[in-house]
DNA sequence: ACCTTCAATCTGACTAGACAACTAGCCTTA
DNA sequence: TAAGGCTAGTTGTCTAGTCAGATTGAAGGT
């Protein structure tokens, strides 16, 4: 019937309570059994939106005892997770200078990478983003200029390159898989970040995919070290 | 009865089939209710395994064709893990220069994060890492003295940290937090790893928890930027 | 005051089904 | 030959339970 099941519209329930603060960490979730008589449901669909919560390390599951909300140590800071720059930072205060935008024939690393023809066109993105007004890191994106035509003018300042993919051109961006290194910085790179030439940067290069393994997205990017990648690892 | 689950000896029979080779990428596994029949279970057992599967990218379900063996792309080397230093590098030449193994009153920075009290010892390894016998790593670690006190005089130029903790303590480690920098090289460090003073490093500080959240390990990485982290991430 | 016992409650594991949505191949028909 | 329809098989969602194992707090006894 409905085209969202109810499992998930359990999750984001619960999920939405959490971070909105109603369920604060520690706090103790109704029952399996009481979720299922609220919504009216069996109690392995209520499951099913749990199990979904506790594997992203938002709630934890105590046999015998109950379902309680995660402390948030790491567990919002979602690292590890594709998201956009200021998600990434965790802050809010983001502000962006383009130093270029516009389409230009793809280099070989970029047609390799994104899957593209000879001679085909990609659009160019060039960006500083400063956090609280300094500057922190510089990035490059590489799109296929065919995707989205006119990204290469479109205005993006102030929004994040992720949303207007997805608002204007309906593509949403599933996985990645980036690479982590570091470099010294250039003349140019230096200059914009305001770090001596030849200082290290976190230097991340990702390729960013659909969800039916296209990929979308080049980007190199290069990142003061005073602005660490946090993660979590599992077992 | 069994003191593990039926959904896991599904789950570990299918990996280690996969793993094995028996079954290969794009083959398409039996089926849900072929699988139920066959452990004698019923087919919301099956799925509990292979729910398990997909979340770890180890297979694909397509809906009305089945479920089949993921590619491994990045699959089977498993970033975003907990694991030793090998398995991160992903190749098995990898040999150690322990540069220094013994206990030590811990410093300040190490009984924070440690949840040492004043004065207590911890057991520090300072080692040099190898590939294919060239340099790749200088690797810091600091444990509390109390939790394997033999480890500061023990054999640990061959194997692993990791699985020495685990084989002779009975220490698991379940998860850790990790941020990653970069930084220029010391002079010390320059040394052992055979690059310029002041070139960049990927410098990487990680804290190990046990299940029960007690933290294990406090590590400090430098490595050779040649040597970059692979990652993949989701939405 | 302290300990033990016990019952209620909770999550973990599992059953034996049902129907829906989708896929792929076969078969008929124009 | 090509298009369309049918059908068997597969995964997705969900039900209405059962029993086991763990926890918690209250009642009761010493």
Excluded: C
């Amino acid at each position: 019937m409905s085209p969202v099941p109810m499992y998930e519209v359990i999750y984001g329930d619960l999920l939405s309570q959490i971070k909105a603060g109603a369920l604060a960490p520690g706090d103790r979730l109704p029952s399996e059994p009481t979720l299922a008589s609220q919504y009216g449901v069996s109690r392995m669909t209520v499951r099913q939106a749990l199990d979904q919560l506790e594997a992203e390390h938002v709630v934890v599951r105590r046999r015998g005892s109950g379902t309680y909300v995660a402390q948030p140590s790491s567990t919002y800071r979602r690292m590890n997770r594709l998201g956009s720059f200021g998600e990434e930072m965790g802050v809010s205060e983001v502000s962006t200078e383009m130093k270029f935008q516009g389409a230009v024939v793809a280099p070989d690393e970029v047609r390799t990478r994104l899957g593209l023809k000879p001679r085909q066109k990609a659009t160019r993105l060039l960006r500083v983003r400063l956090v609280s007004g300094s500057p922190a890191a510089v990035q490059e994106s590489w799109l296929p200029y065919s995707l989205a035509p006119q990204l290469a003018r479109e205005e993006l300042v102030g929004g994040s390159l992720y949303r207007t993919l997805f608002e204007r051109w309906g593509v949403k961006l599933k996985w990645a898989e980036q690479t982590i290194s570091a470099v010294a910085a250039d003349a140019e790179r230096a200059g914009w970040l305001g770090v001596p030439q030849g200082s290290p940067l976190i230097w991340i290069t990702r390729v960013a995919f659909a969800d039916d393994g296209t990929p979308i997205e080049l980007a190199h990017s290069w990142t003061r070290p005073e602005f660490p990648l946090l993660a979590r690892l599992e077992t």
